[in-house]
């Protein structure tokens, strides 16, 4: 089959395009706005852009009533250009879950998750404190894409946590961590194997 997005009717009961760019690990994002509230929301479009210096990226697709310019996340990083993403492990799925409704600003999601706030060394906003890592990171960049509410947070990682019990001779070991990732639909999965594969020039 073949169809064009806003275009065509693809005939299908839901839109396959997230179901098809998957897995796609979520950026567990904390920020504190102006008015020193704290969020904590999760984001499927999420990832890695660089690692000299190292860069992540977050896209919101929404928006808020409560809100002029995206979801609170986005809105307390336009005013502050600070904030945490925290690893999603597997067992941290049912928080994260708690964590996505669209709650008034006021709301800490962290409460309703029943997380602990663990402090940053370089930032303002906490991170979740049973998160097996987190980056603490600088705005770089917000880039307005085309669509309603469409945005991409680039920041800098500027501070680095891992959990101890989370390295296995000095490497972190996804296959204790189980990191969460979207898949379609309501669909999720977690890092339960791994195989390595070496390039072409390597031995």
């Known amino acids: 089959m073949f169809y064009r997005p806003g275009l065509d009717d693809h005939g299908l009961p839901h839109n396959p395009f997230k179901a098809m760019v998957a897995p796609r690990p979520i ?16 984001y499927s479009f999420f990832n890695a852009l660089a690692d000299n210096p190292p860069m992540v990226m977050f896209s919101n ?6 809100r002029s310019q995206g979801k609170d996340s986005v809105s307390a990083i336009r005013e502050t250009g600070e904030f945490v993403v925290n690893i999603v492990s597997f067992a941290l799925r049912d928080a994260m879950n708690a964590s996505s409704g669209p709650y008034p600003a006021e709301i800490d999601e962290f409460e309703v998750a029943g997380l602990q706030k663990g402090e940053s060394e370089l930032v303002t906003p906490p991170r979740v404190a049973e998160a097996p890592g987190a980056f603490e ?3 770089w960049k917000i880039i307005e894409l085309p669509g309603a509410s469409n945005v991409m947070v680039i920041g800098e990682v500027i501070g680095v946590h891992i959990a101890e019990t989370v390295l296995t001779e000095g490497r972190f070991d996804v296959l204790k961590v189980q990191p969460l990732a979207r898949l ?6 977690s890092v339960s ?11």
């Open 27 to 42: 950026g567990w994002i904390s920020a504190v706005d102006a008015k020193g509230r704290v969020n904590l929301a999760p």
């Open 137 to 139: 990171c600088k705005l």
């Open 193 to 203: 194997d791994i195989f390595p594969l070496n390039r072409p020039d390597q031995t």
């Open 61 to 66: 697709t929404g928006s808020k009533p409560d």
């Open 184 to 189: 379609g639909y309501r669909d999720y999965t």
